[in-house]
């Protein structure tokens, strides 16, 4: 992002009377932007093409201030020839700004096109548009301009597409200053901010725990004779078996329990406390939670803690097996005057502002999206760095390959 963030349109050029021997041009930009002007009870389409071709022969010779005069003439009309349109969108962002912020005659096609042809200055100014549709600002994020995509959230007017949003929630992770405004739009769904959330700093992970920490009361109610008929057929059907796993309000792995050299999950936590939070008792920590390993070790190396809190409450274990695992990852509790720790106080707070239901939610979704998503084809996209293909997955495919690729030396 080596773009520096343009702050606002360039001073308008001074009004300074024309020379002499100008006159009669001045004069004639004048009359000719008028007949422009004129409404449609005075001059037909054709004729005003006809005025517009004119102008803009005129004006690839006129000076800044006579361009910038027509353009401040014709930006609020209804309709402009579109050749002379094209080219003062195109001028310095100066004069160019008078028409991209405010003309109601530039269609889609004129801005995409402008936004392609022009550099940041006009991107910028193109951001606080009203209405822009979701064609116009999928082209504005594509350039990864960060000022122009802050502007673009900025502007409650603008449409964003659910890959436009994808786009700038992927580009938040070397742009952490987007976090908070994409927060604040309506696109946004749960599936983004979930991802989001492993790179948001304490404020923003707040936000997104309490807008999107879900409930699945209501999935649970509709499918709940579907466990049985599930159960009937020994659970033989992947794909229903892994959508029953999301919804079920079970958290913990029996099957796990049984096999496990600890009786429970508790029991593995006091040992991590006593012995140090070895791999294996990480891994036997996250089957024992109903997780993957590798969603196990995300939560808990994750520098802000909040996780540890989220895994904590939607697997049932206490406030004292909380503490018993921030110790284990010799996570500090207070500070040298006494004080309580920030970071173990915002966890506490984490783990006392969820329902056990909404924590599985959250839960769930990382383990769906950073482990069960994970095919050889998207580890090896992972590891390449292989954005351009990004269409080619799915959503949680897509959230893992953000989530994981700095797990990957990227």
């Known amino acids: 992002m080596s773009n520096p963030a343009p702050t606002?349109?360039?001073?308008?050029?001074?009004?300074?009377?024309?020379?002499?021997?100008?006159?009669?041009?001045?004069?004639?930009?004048?009359?000719l932007a008028d007949v422009v002007s004129l409404p449609a009870s005075r001059v037909n389409t054709f004729e005003r093409s006809?005025?517009?071709?004119?102008?803009?022969?005129?004006?690839?010779?006129?000076a800044p201030r006579e361009r910038h005069r027509v353009a401040q003439r014709l930006a609020p009309l209804g309709e402009v020839p579109n050749s002379l349109a094209r080219m003062l969108i195109r001028d310095e962002p100066a004069i160019a700004g008078l028409l991209i912020e405010g003309c109601a005659s530039l269609s889609d096609a004129d801005l995409v096109a402008?936004?392609?042809?022009?550099g940041i200055e006009h991107r910028f100014l193109m951001a606080s548009r009203r209405g822009l549709s979701e064609v116009v600002t999928e082209t504005l994020i594509a350039y990864d301009e960060a000022p122009v995509i802050e502007g673009v959230l900025r502007n409650s007017t603008a449409r964003l597409s659910q890959s436009g949003v994808e786009a700038i929630v992927s580009l938040s992770r070397s742009s952490p200053e987007l976090c908070g405004h994409l927060l604040r739009r309506s696109e946004l769904r749960p599936s983004g901010a979930y991802v989001m959330f492993w790179w948001c700093g304490a404020e923003d992970r707040k936000t997104i725990l309490q807008r999107f920490a879900v409930s699945r009361e209501v999935m649970q109610e509709v499918v709940e004779d579907v466990f049985a008929m599930a159960a009937d057929e020994g659970w033989q059907d992947p794909v229903s078996r892994k959508a029953l796993?999301?919804?079920?309000?079970?958290?913990?792995?029996?099957?796990?329990?049984?096999?496990s050299p600890y009786g429970s999950l508790e029991d593995a936590v006091a040992e991590a406390a006593r012995t140090g939070l070895s791999r294996e008792i990480a891994a036997e920590i996250a089957y024992l939670a109903g997780i993957k390993p590798l969603t196990g070790a995300k939560i808990l190396g994750?520098?802000?803690?909040?996780?540890?809190a989220i895994l904590c409450k939607a697997t049932g274990l206490s406030r004292v097996d909380l503490q018993t695992l921030w110790r284990s990852i010799r996570r500090p509790e207070t500070r040298a005057d006494g004080s309580v720790h920030p970071d173990w106080e915002r966890v506490q707070i984490t783990y006392e502002m969820l329902a056990v239901d909404r924590a599985q939610t959250v839960l769930r979704y990382w383990n769906w999206s950073l482990s069960s998503a994970l095919?050889?084809?998207?580890?090896?996209?992972?590891?390449?760095?292989?954005?351009?293909?990004?269409?080619?997955?799915?959503?949680?495919?897509?959230?893992?390959?953000?989530a994981l690729s700095e797990n990957f030396g990227r």
């Open 114 to 118: 402008c936004a392609r042809d022009t």
């Open 50 to 62: 006809v005025v517009g071709d004119l102008l803009v022969e005129m004006l690839r010779l006129a």
């Open 8 to 31: 606002s349109a360039p001073d308008a050029p001074p009004a300074v009377a024309p020379p002499t021997a100008a006159r009669a041009r001045y004069a004639l930009l004048k009359r």
């Open 302 to 308: 994750d520098v802000g803690g909040e996780p540890l």
């Open 375 to 402: 095919s050889p084809a998207l580890l090896k996209a992972i590891r390449e760095g292989d954005d351009e293909s990004v269409d080619d997955y799915s959503a949680p495919e897509r959230a893992a390959m953000m």
């Open 245 to 259: 796993q999301f919804i079920e309000r079970r958290q913990r792995n029996r099957s796990a329990v049984q096999k």
